[in-house]
């Protein structure tokens, strides 16, 4: 069977974060519940001129080192806060990297859950057209009501992938497990740039779709929980992932401590306590964050991977790691993007925050002040200007 998966894979994260010491203090909450109590420590905000096409962008730049633009037949690009009703985000990004007019570009939604979507979809198409690599990419800005629970829950990033035959780093398993059922437990109506949430129920929709999309998982393949050593979960906060993998453990019946439960989430949340929610792009910041700490070589390990997204779809699904995987990974770079960002004071960030995402319609310039390659310049006569 021709072995399809994840090929390449690059992450981005705005320039700035507020650490939610700051806002703790500013909201009159003890750290700890930041810290412990959700499991975050700092969250990346988006300087006005980011945009979740700049960051896809910029994610993706780096992908084109590896794999020529002719190769890539297909651009799937997973959000759920789309600048355009209408035209896909997607097309500006395959503007800003150059690639080819018969590439084909879509835009691909349903909450957090769409860049899995858009994984199998992309390992579809492969496997139909071998000759040919998809560009998946997820970019989301995480937005709440200011004071409102979910603003510590906040984030930013983008994560880009190649997917192709015979992968140099994750092959994607054919088999997963689903769950789809009508909730409302967050959603975010054409009216609002910031979502409905009904948090606490949403916490629960998710530990359900958990547990449901593993066991539609164990029905469809002989794969047990103790075959794993390493889970990537969606992480709109860590502590979530946490939550569900308990529950998972128990439904599988698995005699490990709470402790060696925690171990094996450890390494795929670092990223994410530093950068928040990414909504579309958090499960992929986690693998991303997995990869880069686990020193050890983990060739041929097996990695479950459970995404969700409100509204409510889960999905659990696995990979085995490839060797020489470690040559691909951008670990450097990745830890160098974290450390080099610039701590926001809760004035600059109430400025991000209010300035960003002008939806008066009206004429905008920005300065630059992203450290990223690509950029938002302007908005004109309802254009998005990018500028690099
Ligand atoms: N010290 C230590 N821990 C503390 C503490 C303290 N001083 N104060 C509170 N805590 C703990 C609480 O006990 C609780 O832990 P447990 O859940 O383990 O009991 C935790 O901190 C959070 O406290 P609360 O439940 O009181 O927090 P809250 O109601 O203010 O907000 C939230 C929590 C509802 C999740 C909120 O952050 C929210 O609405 N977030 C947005 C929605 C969301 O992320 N939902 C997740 C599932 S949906 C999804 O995954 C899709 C998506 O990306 C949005």
């Known amino acids: 069977m021709l072995k399809v998966g994840i090929d390449d894979i690059s992450l981005y994260t705005p320039a700035f974060y507020l650490d939610l010491k700051t806002l703790a203090k500013e909201r009159g909450v003890d750290p700890i519940k930041y810290s412990k109590g ?52 997607g097309i500006f990004v395959h503007d800003l990297l150059g690639l080819k007019n018969n590439c084909r570009v879509v835009e691909m939604k349903q909450a957090c859950y769409s860049a899995t979507a858009a994984l199998q979809s992309a390992c579809a198409l492969v496997a139909r057209n ?23 829950t906040q984030g930013a990033g983008a994560v880009a992938m190649i997917v192709r035959a015979n992968p140099r780093i994750l092959e994607i398993s054919a088999t997963s497990g689903c769950f789809c059922q009508n909730v409302e437990d ?23 779709a958990a547990q449901e999309s593993w066991l539609d998982l164990i029905q469809n393949c002989d794969l047990q929980f103790d075959d ?95 060797p020489g995987y470690k040559q691909l990974l951008r670990t450097k770079r990745n830890i160098e993007l974290l450390q080099n960002r610039k701590e926001l004071s809760f004035e600059e960030y109430l ?24 950029y938002l310049s302007a908005l004109e006569n309802h254009h998005r200007i990018y500028s690099s």
Request: aromatic share 12%; hydrophobic share 40%.
């Open 38 to 89: 959700i499991g975050q420590e700092l969250m990346a905000f988006p300087s006005p001129d980011e945009d979740i096409v700049t960051m896809a962008a910029n994610a993706a730049l780096p992908l084109l080192e590896r794999c020529a633009i002719e190769e890539i037949g297909t651009m799937l690009f997973a959000t759920e806060t789309s600048v355009d009703q209408s035209k896909a985000a």
């Open 130 to 152: 071998p000759e040919k690599a998809v560009m998946v990419i997820a970019s989301d800005i995480a937005k709440y009501d200011l004071e409102s629970p979910g603003e510590s």
């Open 186 to 208: 967050f959603w975010r109506p054409n009216y609002r740039q910031t979502p409905v949430v009904d948090g606490r129920y949403s916490t629960q929709v998710y530990i359900k």
């Open 228 to 322: 794993i050593n390493y889970f990537c979960y969606h992480l709109p906060f860590t502590k979530m992932g946490l939550k569900a993998h308990r529950k998972v453990a128990r439904v599988a019946k698995s005699a490990k401590s709470v402790e060696q439960l925690e171990a094996q989430l450890a390494p795929a949340d670092r990223y994410n306590r530093q950068v928040g929610n990414c909504y579309t792009a958090s499960i992929y910041i986690s693998l991303c964050s997995l990869l880069d700490n686990i020193k050890e070589d983990m060739a041929n390990e097996k990695i479950a991977l459970f995404s969700f997204g409100s509204g409510c779809v889960g999905e659990f699904f696995w990979g085995t790691v490839v």
């Open 351 to 374: 400025r991000f925050y209010k300035t960003n995402s002008p939806d008066d319609g009206l004429a905008h310039s920005f300065d630059k002040e992203t450290t990223g390659h690509f």
